[in-house]
């Protein structure tokens, strides 16, 4: 972890290790590709021995009222933001159109404000964010994920 300044301004850059992400997310029943650049660390995940969808779900469902309750992460569907992460989240389609529901691309941003705050207003690491990382991929597989409101991403999951 660096702290960057640009101009006035103080960021916080995190230094992910691209091997310990892929083990993790294997780890966590994922096939993962990383691209990285300057400001983000892009994952393409895709879990195609999963005979059902990942658990993202429609929060705002009636019949998903029990998953809802048992939910860590939240993602708002206008913008892909997973909430209190610095995670960004879009869906994958095939050649039709159509959406895949054992594949997703989750985006880390990697320059971060110093105030920024993880869930349960933990200050930012690369150790902490590698905690959250994997909750969040084992969330998607096991407990599920609540996608609140209507925007551009979907649910992989539907009744």
């Not at 691209?18 to 650049?37: M, P």
């Not at 969808?53 to 206008?78: E, I, K």
């Not at 969040?136 to 597989?141: P, R």
Request: aromatic share 8%; net charge neutral.
């Amino acid at each position: 972890m660096q702290t960057l300044y640009a101009g006035s301004r103080q960021l916080i850059l995190l230094e992910l290790e691209a091997d310990l992400v892929r083990q993790g997310a294997t780890e966590c029943g994922f096939d993962c590709q990383i691209t990285e650049s300057d400001r983000q660390t892009t994952l393409e995940l895709s879990a195609n021995d999963r005979e059902s969808p990942l658990l993202l779900f429609d929060a705002a469902d009636q019949s998903n009222t029990g998953w809802f309750s048992r939910c860590q992460y939240y993602v708002d569907a206008r913008t892909g933001a997973v909430l209190q992460t610095p995670f960004l989240l879009a869906n994958k389609f095939d050649a039709r159109g159509r959406l895949l529901t054992s594949q997703l691309r989750l985006q880390i941003r990697r320059e971060l404000s110093p105030d920024f705050r993880l869930p349960g207003r933990q200050a930012v690491s690369e150790r902490v964010l590698y905690s959250v990382l994997f909750n969040f991929l084992n969330a998607l597989s096991t407990h599920g994920v609540g996608l609140c409101g209507e925007g551009i991403i979907k649910p992989t999951m539907r009744r």
